[in-house]
């Protein structure tokens, strides 16, 4: 056993222990015996309090199967101790078992995040996608009654964003404009009804986008396939207040997924019931608590403007039009790159990463090309001469450009909701990009002696770049 499966024990252990905010003698002295039977350390209890719970199930994902099993059974001798199994034990154990178990393989996964003021309450189901999935969404809707009512009774709350969405749009625009000027009254007038379509026109994936991969961090989500996100409880790391999340893939079948789903789960419990409210909208009220509140304080009450930009070409600018300004100080090299960036979004962004065999050597060769002669494109379109075109694969050349453009959106990023979507990242396999959806980028252009404003796709820049 390493010391780092040790560690990871340790911080499960301590996370089971202390989910019923309960510890019992019984519990400690279990861990007690456990320790020694395992060989810890006090340097690997010392280090299990900044290891985040997704980190510790993700090494002990890793292990054999014959000892991922018998941990298993650890951690269930654990929670049961003290002869009784709370709702936020079993959660947790239902958790180790999807990622842990052989069975269900590559299906789960649990995420930590830093959350200090994160309103995602306790025990919330949250259907999550990365892009529109019509078999998966038309099985939910086929079958959201069975769904929610499943969840339900297990004391769990369903939350499927195009149904909130839909009771937003049924409520009486008069008492929505109403309840956001007794909510937000420093909104100013003429922009309230804009709110109002901006927040019932919110969709999973842009939710998953805004909310969960940029303002949580929860990166693994930018890509996820469809997939449940249950919220297993609030802990800590080092100092600072984490959720940890559980997320269950599912397919086109969803309802006896949830069902296996919560016969494990209410099978642990020993005698915990939990309410969940549970009411539908009538004439003349709003709904302003669980994701109901949450969507509404997002996109109604945010910090910031969800804008949309403009690639001027005419002008030579970048707009931000729903903020009605230009992103300043960017040369021409910045907005050919960024332009670049933003078309290459569907594609993953720019991979600059060095080969390290001649094979690799020989892709990246005509990778490097391929980018140069795009980049070329775009700097000629924003009227620059094709003789001084920046060479990007040279890095001293190439990370001054990217280093300018994240310091211009940085400076404008007060004034935007979710800025990290505009802003240049670099995602886990270290590809540059800019995460902005296509359908958010128009572009300016000459067309003969005219200008237009079409969409990025169908521009005349776009497809002389893609051919």
């Known amino acids: 056993m390493t010391h780092k499966e040790r560690t990871a024990i340790v911080r499960i252990l301590r996370d089971l222990i202390k989910a019923d905010a309960i510890i019992d003698s019984d519990e400690i002295q279990k ?163 804009n709110l109002v379509k901006d927040l019932v026109g919110v969709t999973t994936a842009e939710y998953c986008a805004d909310q969960l991969v940029n303002r949580l961090g929860m990166v693994g989500l930018r890509d996820a396939s469809p997939s449940l996100l249950i919220k297993i409880g609030d802990t800590y790391v080092g100092d600072r207040p984490y959720i940890n999340f559980l997320r269950l893939a599912v397919d086109d079948d969803v309802l006896p997924m949830v069902q296996q789903f919560v016969d494990t789960y209410t099978s642990l419990l020993s005698s915990d019931v939990r309410v969940v409210k549970h009411s539908q909208e009538d004439a003349g009220q709003f709904m302003y608590y669980g994701f109901y509140k949450q969507l509404f304080d997002v996109y109604v009450i945010q910090k910031g403007v969800r804008s949309n930009l403009l690639i001027d070409l005419v002008g030579e600018r970048i707009l931000l039009p729903g903020l009605g300004r230009e992103i300043k100080g960017l040369h021409r090299r910045d907005k050919a790159l960024y332009a670049l960036l933003l078309m290459e979004g569907e594609r993953g962004g720019l991979d600059f990463s060095l080969p390290k065999t001649l094979r690799q050597k020989q892709a990246y060769e005509r990778r490097m090309a391929e980018i140069q002669a795009k980049y070329t494109q775009l700097y000629q379109a924003f009227n620059g001469d094709k003789g001084a075109v920046p060479n990007l694969e040279i890095p001293e050349i190439r990370r001054p450009i990217v280093s300018n453009i994240r310091r211009r959106i940085k400076e404008i990023s007060s004034v935007l909701h979710n800025p990290e979507d505009y802003n240049v990242s670099t995602d886990s396999q270290g590809y540059l990009c800019v995460n902005l959806p296509a359908e958010w980028v128009n572009v300016r252009e000459f067309c003969g002696s005219d200008t237009t404003e079409v969409p990025l796709r169908e521009s005349d820049v776009y497809r002389r770049v893609e051919a």
């Open 31 to 193: 861990y007690t015996q456990l320790r020694h039977r395992y060989k810890i350390t006090r340097d690997e209890e010392v280090a299990s309090v900044t290891m985040p719970l997704a980190d510790a199930v993700g090494v002990l994902a890793k292990s054999r199967q014959a000892f991922r099993q018998s941990l298993l059974q650890t951690f269930t001798d654990i929670v049961l101790s003290d002869g009784f199994c709370a709702a936020e034990e079993a959660l947790m154990l239902v958790s180790l078992m999807y990622c842990l178990k052989e069975e269900y393989r590559g299906m789960a996964e649990v995420y930590s995040v830093y959350a200090p003021e994160v309103a995602i309450e306790d025990h919330q189901v949250v259907y999550v996608e990365a892009k529109y999935d019509e078999q998966v969404n038309d099985d939910i809707k086929r079958n959201y009654r069975a769904i929610d009512r499943e969840l339900h009774l297990a004391g769990f709350d369903f939350s499927y964003i195009p149904n909130i969405t839909e009771h937003f749009r049924n409520t009486d625009l008069w008492l929505f404009k109403d309840v956001t000027r007794f909510l937000a009254p420093t909104i100013a007038e003429d922009k309230v009804e």
